[in-house]
């Protein structure tokens, strides 16, 4: 009779410890492929911070771009205004001096000999009507959106924490096995044009010339 009851506890212990030993095999096997996992739910969630990083930054950059490229353009708008006005003022002074001389034929002692070159003002002027349509042209074509959004990172509810009885098994105490709630989930969310955009600084036409 002890025999047997022995018997019997040496098969139980023996399917105990064949059961801890599949446990175990299975621990460790579930170890290896939670730290794989890890390792690339770990370098996604880091290229997804550098990525929100380098398109905030390129946002920034666009935005202040956009605002240089406007400056820059009312600056060549009003020099080609300049430019214009002088051009005009010039071929009316040189028109009024040849009236002038044409007057004073005849009546005075010496006078030099001048022509107002048409042709070239007519050439000026053609040249400066060509740049004013292309500038036109080139501020409705590549005119720039109202609103240049930028992307951040938005957190991600996953759920519940892990259970109390999940933290007590020994593997998962000696691993430091996580449900992964240690590391954020997020999606990536487009949002408005960015208010703090870097100040450039541009060139005041004083400045330029």
């Known amino acids: 009779m002890e025999s047997e009851v022995q018997r019997k506890l040496w098969m139980v212990c023996k399917a105990a410890q064949m059961y801890a030993d599949a446990a175990e095999k299975t621990m460790t096997t579930m170890t290896r492929i939670y730290n794989s996992n890890r390792r690339v739910i770990v370098n996604r969630y880091v290229s997804e911070l550098k990525f929100v990083e380098h398109a905030e930054e390129m946002s920034r950059n666009l935005t202040s771009l956009q605002k240089r490229s406007s400056g820059l353009s009312q600056q060549l708008k009003e020099l080609h205004r300049r430019v214009q006005k002088q051009i005009e003022e010039l071929y009316r002074t040189e028109v009024d001096i040849d009236v002038k001389l044409r007057a004073c034929t005849g009546s005075c002692q010496s006078a030099l000999p001048f ?10 002027q053609t040249y400066m009507d060509q740049t004013d349509m292309t500038l036109n042209q080139r501020r409705k074509a590549a005119a720039p959106p109202d609103d240049i959004p930028h992307v951040t990172l938005q957190t991600v509810d996953v759920g519940p924490a892990p259970s109390a009885e999940y933290k007590t098994i020994p593997t998962v105490q000696r691993e430091l096995l996580t449900q992964f709630e240690d590391i954020g989930q997020n999606q990536l969310v ?6 703090d955009s870097v100040d450039v600084q541009v060139l005041t036409l004083a400045e330029l010339e």
């Open 190 to 195: 487009l949002e408005d044009l960015l208010e």
């Open 115 to 124: 022509t107002v070159n048409h042709l070239s003002y007519q050439t000026l």
